[in-house]
């Protein structure tokens, strides 16, 4: 199966774009008088590699039959509109906050710094949402590989996808996504262009 340009976008240019983020990315959440225009700039632009890492997922199951590649196809949405919620929504209304109150009085970013400490259980479930989310499906597409992979390739999945669970900034980030990514470079250039080709062959004539 030839990839489109899109797809291997998806399966190459994703997992390479969390590297990036997760490197530059904050360790830790700005506070109020905090420059925080990378924190913003990096989750205004987050939306994009959730498209591209959650459509990674769908494809390297596609084709693939078993329950492990239907759990997959579920979690990966469930998946996108968590991560989407939680990362994107979330961070990005949080660095435009920060941001605006550079100007106030100290009193002022105290008061929005105390908002920000607080604790709100829609605040924790997104965040469960967001990292089960992505932990299901990344296992699962580990599990479902295994019909056309050896069992280190399923290992590079599970284990950095386990990793990236953790948290996208470094250093969970960066070495989960490159794991994942060298799990999915073997699968692509390797072991599904060759069970293609095993599948291609005509059988042999009867004698």
């Known amino acids: 199966m030839n990839r489109t340009v899109l797809q291997r976008i998806a399966l190459f240019g994703g997992p390479l774009g969390w590297i990036a983020l997760g490197l530059v990315h904050p360790m830790s959440d700005p506070e109020v008088g905090d420059d925080a225009n990378v924190f913003l700039l990096l989750h205004v632009f987050q939306p994009i590699l959730i498209g591209l890492i959650a459509y990674a997922l769908w494809i390297l199951v596609d084709g693939l039959p078993g329950r492990a590649a239907k759990v997959a196809r579920f979690a990966v949405v469930l998946f996108a509109i968590a991560y989407t919620a939680f990362e994107s929504i979330i961070g990005t209304a949080k660095g435009i906050m920060i941001v605006e109150s550079a100007d106030y009085s100290d009193s002022e970013q105290a008061a929005i710094q105390s908002v920000f400490d607080g604790d709100h259980w829609a605040g924790y479930l ?39 669970a953790v948290g996208h900034p470094k250093p969970f980030g960066p070495t989960g996504m490159t794991l994942f990514l060298v799990g999915v470079a073997l699968l692509e250039l390797r072991y599904r262009p060759q069970r293609e080709t095993a599948e291609a062959k005509p059988a042999p004539a009867p004698g």
Request: net charge positive.
């Open 126 to 164: 997104f965040y469960i949402a967001a990292g089960l989310s992505w932990l299901v499906a990344a296992v699962a597409v580990a599990v479902a590989v295994r019909q056309i992979a050896p069992l280190y390739v399923s290992l590079l999945l599970g284990i950095g996808g386990a990793i990236f």
